[in-house]
């Protein structure tokens, strides 16, 4: 499984078990910066590139008068289908968050969702970017007061870091992803609009769904170098109006080579309505992911790449 830290910087070692977590290692090198350890999983999702076109133009407010950011050609190996450009699904576990030079440990683990469309350019620039359509966001534990606590980095990053984080509801609430039986492992993030944590979840909408298992022997799958340079490409950042701002954010991730090994899974993501879109109609009518599926629910056949 994918063990990160994050410059986010990222720091990867591979483990047996869904809640094994390596230490940061990189934050005694970077002490000026956020860096935490991570345990991701990436999906690469073969989508429809008018459907990610158009994601963009809803994530990106004003992109679909303006143009400036378009779809670049990604490498052979991404090339998933004909007329289709990769998306990356990923979800994760984090924790030993360092902050700042006085290297400040977090005491919060959080849980994490992403849906980001690589291999963008803006305007006449080929440089490739991650262009992201969602971001979810939650704490590991159920409690009332830690739970909104995920509300404080989503707002920051929302309104002052450029990156729109949404309040996010995670299933394991503990873990990267769950074991469910014979060899099959899942997780599931929903988008926490209201929380009601004395009665149930309260108003949430569906985002993502992750079902997979081991595949020592996938029919395609990119080399883990394309898979570092994919998630390593910068984020495009929005402006306070949610529009492209022309900056870019990199979130560098690093593995522990000497002691990691690369594992293929194949796996099904199941895109909800709020995996795209922009604001609380994205949850209210499907997602424009969601309808760019062969059964207009969301339903993606895909592989991933775990570190």
Same mark, same amino acid.
């Given at each position: 499984?994918?063990?990160l830290?994050?410059?986010l ?13 390596? $230490? &940061? ?17 990436w999906?690469?999702?073969?989508? !429809?590139?008018? #459907? ?7 994530? =990106? ?5 303006? /143009?400036?950011? /378009?779809?670049?050609? !990604?490498?052979?190996e991404?090339?998933?289908?004909d007329?289709?450009? !990769? ?13 700042? %030079? ?25 440089? $490739?970017?991650? #262009?992201?359509?969602?971001? =979810? ?12 606590? @995920?509300?404080? !980095? ?9 990156? #729109? ?6 299933? $394991? +609430? ?6 469910? &039986? ?7 993030? /929903? ?15 569906e985002?993502l ?10 029919? @395609?799958? $990119? ?7 994919? %998630?390593?490409?910068? =984020? ?6 949610g529009?492209?701002?022309? /900056?870019?954010?990199? &979130?560098?991730?690093?593995?522990? &080579? ?27 009518? +499907? ?12 339903? =993606?056949?895909a592989?991933?790449? %775990?570190?």
């Amino acid at each position: 499984m994918a063990r990160l830290s994050f410059i986010l910087l990222a720091l990867a070692r591979l483990f047996g078990q869904s809640k094994a977590q390596c $230490p &940061n290692l990189v934050a005694q090198f970077n002490p000026n910066a956020r860096t935490m350890s991570s345990n991701n999983t990436w999906f690469i999702l073969p989508v !429809p590139k008018t #459907a990610v076109q158009k994601a963009i133009d809803e994530a =990106y407010l004003g992109n679909a008068i303006t /143009k400036q950011l /378009k779809l670049l050609d !990604p490498p052979d190996e991404l090339v998933l289908g004909d007329g289709t450009h !990769p998306v990356i699904v990923a979800a994760g576990y984090s924790s030993d968050i360092r902050q700042s %030079i006085l290297q400040i440990d977090g005491t919060l683990n959080m849980l994490g969702a992403q849906i980001i469309v690589p291999f963008v350019g803006k305007d006449v620039s080929k440089t $490739p970017l991650n #262009a992201p359509l969602v971001i =979810y966001l939650g704490v590991t534990d159920a409690a009332l007061f830690r739970r909104l606590a @995920a509300i404080i !980095p989503a707002a920051v990053s929302t309104l002052v870091g450029g990156l #729109a984080v949404r309040l996010g509801n995670s299933l $394991p +609430s503990n873990a990267a992803y769950q074991s469910d &039986n014979d060899g099959l492992f899942s997780s599931n993030t /929903k988008w926490q609009i209201v929380g009601n944590p004395f009665s149930g979840l309260g108003v949430i909408i569906e985002a993502l769904d992750l079902h997979f298992t081991t595949n020592p022997t996938p029919p @395609a799958a $990119p080399s883990f170098k394309t898979l570092k340079s994919v %998630i390593n490409q910068p =984020y495009l950042l929005k402006g306070p109006t949610g529009s492209a701002t022309g /900056k870019c954010q990199r &979130n560098t991730y690093f593995f522990n &080579n000497a002691t990691a090994q690369v594992v293929f899974r194949s796996g099904r993501v199941i895109l909800g309505p709020a995996a795209s879109g922009d604001g609380i109609t994205s949850g209210v009518v +499907s997602g424009t992911l969601q309808q760019a599926s062969k059964d207009k629910a969301g339903t =993606y056949d895909a592989f991933k790449i %775990i570190k």
